[in-house]
């Protein structure tokens, strides 16, 4: 029992100087890092590819970078347009590490990276964006828009200082975000709605002239209407009377007698009910025909 212990601490005696001298000597890249490789302060090695490697222990030292795409949202800030526009602005930039060296010769973290990042993108946005006026941001006339155009000028600008001083390449900038300054959102919002309510009464105003129009329009062809048809009424109200006119006149000529027979029923009618009293004189002829009825040729 007490040999075995011996040989376990023996063995642990000689494998952990081998551990710690392996560590001190040996390490490991891994596939989503980029490593320099520094002796006594000074880069001697730059390390892209991911595997083992061995260090001069106490001599060299590496400084392991991220190499993957990265995402950095920039603060949101204010920017001046062309035509005294205050605006504020929420951008974010896509990048990655292009020179490790460089790099760490630069800007040696992603913090810092991330600082001068944000530095270099704001100066090009404040520049692009006092180039232009506010309408070739928003508008609803996509001929002024130049939007995709000042995006396009900021990546450039930012692009070539980020490659040439960092050692970063820039993937995308965009904006993310770009509104009135919350202090200035009440008023916009008035001047909003004061714009909507004068196209909404401009509107209104078109339409009641345009219902006033049409209302003339319709009353008037019915006043031609009306006109022509009670016209037309007329010409053949006149028309009837002269048919009937004819016609009494032919029918009188042929029985005078019958006729004035007809027109006495008539007056009959009119003149006399069941509560009427008539006193006529013998010769009257209302009374004959009463007497005697009509002659008949």
């Known amino acids: 029992m007490k040999s075995r212990l011996k040989r376990v601490i023996l063995a642990l005696v000689l494998i952990l100087p081998l551990i710690i001298i392996t560590q001190l000597i ?33 001599v060299q030292r590496v400084n392991k970078f991220d190499n993957r795409i990265l995402l950095y949202y920039a603060p949101e800030a204010e920017y001046l347009t062309r035509d005294k526009k205050n605006i504020s602005v929420s951008s974010f930039i896509v990048w990655r590490i292009d020179d490790p060296l460089k790099f760490w010769q630069s800007v040696n973290s992603r913090a810092n990276a991330e600082t001068r990042l944000a530095v270099n993108v704001s100066s090009a946005l404040g520049t692009a964006l006092g180039n232009n006026k506010f309408q070739t941001l928003v508008s609803l006339n996509t001929d002024e828009t130049r939007f995709d155009d000042i995006v396009q000028t900021v990546f450039e600008q930012s692009y070539n200082i980020a490659k040439a001083q960092y050692g ?54 019915a006043n031609i209407i009306i006109s022509e048809a009670k016209r037309q009424a007329e010409i053949l109200k006149g028309e009837g009377e002269a048919e009937a006119t004819r016609v009494y006149a032919e029918a009188i000529r042929e029985d005078p007698e019958f006729y004035k027979f007809l027109r006495t029923l008539s007056a009959y009618r009119k003149i006399l009910d069941n509560r009427t009293t008539v006193v006529l004189p013998g010769d009257s002829h209302l009374m004959k025909l009463l007497n005697e009825g009509p002659e008949i040729k």
Do not use: H, W
């Open 26 to 58: 040996c390490f490991v890249v891994d596939v989503q890092e980029t490593a320099v490789v520094t002796q006594f302060g000074r880069p001697i090695k730059t390390i892209k590819e991911a595997g083992l490697y061995f260090k001069i222990p106490f």
């Open 168 to 221: 970063i390449e820039i993937l995308r900038v965009a904006i993310s975000r770009l509104m009135y300054p919350d202090q200035n959102l009440e008023s916009v919002y008035k001047r909003m709605t004061a714009e909507r309510q004068r196209i909404a009464k401009k509107y209104r105003s078109e339409g009641e002239e345009q219902a006033l129009k049409i209302r003339a329009e319709a009353d008037r062809e």
